[in-house]
């Protein structure tokens, strides 16, 4: 059976399911799952959903009977566990449509790459990430959630770099820099794209969806955006297909997280800025905040609310938003770097503004001087006249 396009459709039967059930799976497998599933007897079927919600107690046992007497096709339970198999693959009733997908796809050894462009990008939204077999609990996603949580930088986290030679750094030489290009080159490829670094952990960058996928625990995160890498050979960007997608997927909850891309690269450039400058800052050069950064899932610093309240849509130096705030200009260093990682920056030269309309209004000025002049002169020579 094919979908019409060339890729053949998963044939999935149902056992335990009433009509009204079955009805609403055949609308999911259509609407959801793009025509990729539908309903089909058990003979002819690649894998069979066992439904033991609100069964009775015969009900439960002629279901273990049932799969316990030579079944050939994998199966997926929506509902309670059987005690036929306590390993078997179990979905809670009712079922979230992305989970139940890849049960689907793991147990025909479906790829997601089969997928539309439009589900697959969901499903990366939704990969908080879950376990299969094991890590489906409340408590388990929301420690995933927890994660993704902004965090506050306090001063101990921040090195004292002011006044001397370390005022710059040089990104290029760091994770950051790396990062910046990886999704620079996905951007351009239109295609995903893996950042691999510390013991074959991964970032990966996945650029229509504007999320990062990682498998890097918080503190290797943390400890990556410090350590300089010049001449590194331990982070490598290479090519990733949706099929290593899936498999990363397929890890415990707590060892994957995902995140926009641009809340990684300002958590990143925060830690990497530590209150210094990206070398060819311009200390005289007059700057502009485009628009606030998204404060409700980035990590914050003391004063950051209010370098951004003064900084918005103002051509101002650095030390000019210091000195006006009355903060140390560490913090003005770290806002800029994050800033700047997520092209919140207006770098073209501020000056110029200011100077044309001194100008104009000079040149306004001498103009209307020369009128009035002109004007007196007129008079004078009408008295002379009379």
Known sequence: MSDGQGTEVIRVATIGM??????????????????????????????????????????????????AGGLKIPYIILGKKLDADPDAICVAHPPKLNLLWDCIAEQTGSRIKDLGVAHRNGLLRDLKSINLKTSTSPKAAESARSRQASTLIRDAELGGFQGN????????????????????????????????????????????????????????????????????????????????????????????????IEVLLWNLALRTSRGRLPQGTSLTKRYRLLRWPNFTRMDQFPNCMRIASAWINKAATLGEIAAGLGVDEKYINLFYTG????????????????????????????LFTAILNNLAAHRSRSKERL
């Not at 799976?25 to 002819?44: E, P, Q, V, W």
């Open 165 to 260: 030679a370390k005022t710059f750094f040089q990104p290029d030489d760091f994770l950051l820099g790396r990062l910046q290009k990886t999704i620079e080159e996905a951007r351009r490829r239109s295609s995903s794209l893996q950042l691999k670094c510390w013991d074959n952990r991964r970032i990966i960058v996945y650029p229509k969806s504007g999320y990062v996928l990682s498998d890097l625990k918080p503190a290797q995160l943390k400890n990556l955006g410090l350590v300089q890498m010049v001449n590194s050979t331990t982070i490598e960007i290479t090519s990733f297909d949706d099929n290593a997608l899936h498999k990363l997927s397929e890890c415990d909850v707590n060892e994957v997280w995902v995140l926009p």
């Open 18 to 67: 009433d009509e009204n059930g079955k009805s609403r799976m055949s609308l999911i497998f259509k609407t959801h799952y793009k025509g990729r599933c539908a309903l089909s007897a058990i003979d002819n079927a690649h894998v069979l959903l066992v439904d033991t919600h609100a069964k009775s107690s015969d009900e439960l046992t002629k279901l273990q009977e049932f799969i």
């Open 339 to 366: 800033a700047l990682a997520i092209n919140l920056i207006d770098n073209s030269e501020q000056g110029t503004e200011h100077t044309t309309n001194t100008t104009m209004t000079t040149k306004k000025r001498t």
